[in-house]
């Protein structure tokens, strides 16, 4: 025979910080997923730009709209700062960790940048750019100072949060 002990008290408490630790790590990721969202908005302002200028320079040499969309479909952009590999593009060195930095901070602290460009972000987070190696959110000191590259400055945040369902399909 086997006699079972329960601790009301010790039962409650773990259930307490179960539920206080799950809120916690649910607020987080939405904070994480908000901050994502805003920096693949400047990527994709980035690329918007790439494509006009594109155009633009089409339209320059070859001056007929109606075969841009097919010259369109051939184009190989990308983001300069989104790229992941051992070294950054010229020009873009630091540039994803600042805006990593820059966003997170701002979200955290429940200022997130949407409609400013990324230039009054900078403004209104009022701290130096560092990067904190293996943290996402703030650190614990060190790092280093990372600068944003000048064209992306001028870039704009999306103007709000995405409206939830509206890629979800039936």
């Known amino acids: 025979m086997k006699t079972v002990f ?3 008290t010790v039962l409650g408490n773990a259930l307490a910080q179960a539920e206080a630790w799950d809120v916690a790590r649910r607020a987080t990721s939405g904070l994480q997923e908000q901050a994502r969202a805003l920096v693949a ?17 089409f339209l320059e040499d070859y001056a007929d709209v109606s075969l841009w969309e097919d010259h ?3 184009l190989r952009i990308q983001v300069p700062f989104a790229w992941r590999g051992p070294t950054e593009p010229k020009g873009y060195t630091g540039t994803r960790a600042a805006l990593e930095h820059l966003v ?17 972000a900078v403004t209104t987070l009022d701290e130096q750019l560092v ?5 996402e959110w ?13 064209d992306v400055l001028e870039l ?7 409206v939830a369902g509206l890629l979800e399909t039936d």
């Open 138 to 150: 703030r650190g614990d000191g060190g790092g280093k100072v990372v600068t944003i590259a000048p």
């Open 72 to 74: 369109h479909k051939t």
């Open 41 to 57: 908005g400047i990527e994709d302002a980035w690329c918007d730009r790439a494509v006009a200028a594109a155009k633009v320079r």
């Open 131 to 135: 990067t904190h190696p293996g943290h």
């Open 6 to 8: 329960l601790d009301e």
């Open 104 to 120: 997170h901070r701002l979200v955290e602290d429940g200022m997130p940048p949407y409609g400013l460009t990324v230039a009054e």
């Open 156 to 162: 704009r945040f999306p103007d709000g949060p995405p």
